[in-house]
């Protein structure tokens, strides 16, 4: 497997630095991890067709990690139609938000805009799914405290195996202490509980970029290609 790293800022743009957005090459499947409004301007810049998505996995619904999606449904309505559906997987709520958004963005109050051919589908945290020849086992997290958001492991024709390959997880801050993000201290005081094969650290706050000299923990780059 192959990851591209298309984006790895926080909400704030901190770094200059593009939105959540992860691309996933598996054999003949490639699908995205988050959709945040830089990912289809940093998924052709990488050089990638849209039309060559299979699926596009959302852990959780805040602007940052799905609001690029109607830019998805805008390219494959009038630029790239696409022969297959994209199919489009995350928590509770994905549909009705990702219609509401499209068609606040792009909509005409009068006429409601019909999205692209798009198969939604559901992720409940610990219940595993097949999407696409990719098994997903979502789990929550504790980012959000009414609505869900899910930390994602994904496999693809793997065995299981004692530790996971790759963990790439969220770390906003350096040292601060907040309820719904992790601080490298944490990560750092908790580093051999985690029992991941390589930790790479993404969505980095200004804290993080400010002191990322002081790190022994990879982090991420947008444009970065790791593999797995
Ligand atoms: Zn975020
Ligand atoms: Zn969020």
Do not use: W
Not at 15 to 42: H, I, M, Q, W
Not at 109 to 121: D, G, I, K, V, Y
Not at 163 to 177: A, H, I, K, N, Q
Not at 197 to 202: N, P, Q
């Amino acid at each position: 497997m192959k990851l591209h790293i298309l984006g790895c800022g926080d909400a704030f743009g901190s770094g200059g630095r593009n939105n959540s957005g992860y691309l996933v090459e598996a054999e003949d499947r490639l699908f995205l991890l988050d959709c945040g409004p830089t990912t289809l301007v940093a998924m052709k810049r990488a050089g990638f067709d849209p039309r060559a998505l299979d699926s596009v996995f959302l852990s959780h619904l805040h602007g940052d990690h799905f609001g690029g999606l109607p830019f998805f449904f805008l390219d494959a309505l009038y630029a790239n139609p696409r022969a297959e559906p994209l199919v489009v997987a995350g928590p509770p709520g994905t549909e009705e938000r990702s219609r509401a958004l499209f068609q606040l963005m792009f909509g005409d109050p009068a006429e409601p805009r019909e999205l692209p051919p798009t198969r939604f589908r559901l992720l409940e945290p610990d219940r595993e799914a097949g999407i696409e020849g990719i098994e997903v086992f979502p789990f929550r997290v504790p980012h959000q405290v009414r609505e869900i958001s899910l930390g994602l492991k994904i496999r693809f024709q793997g065995v299981h195996s004692e530790g996971v390959d790759l963990f790439l997880c969220e770390c906003c801050f350096f040292d601060r202490d907040a309820p719904n993000h992790m601080s490298y201290r944490q990560i750092v005081e908790n580093r051999i509980r985690l029992g991941c094969k390589r930790l790479i650290l993404t969505h980095l706050g200004e804290e993080m970029l400010a002191r990322s000299g002081e790190l022994d923990v990879e982090i991420a780059e947008d444009g970065m290609v790791v593999e797995i």
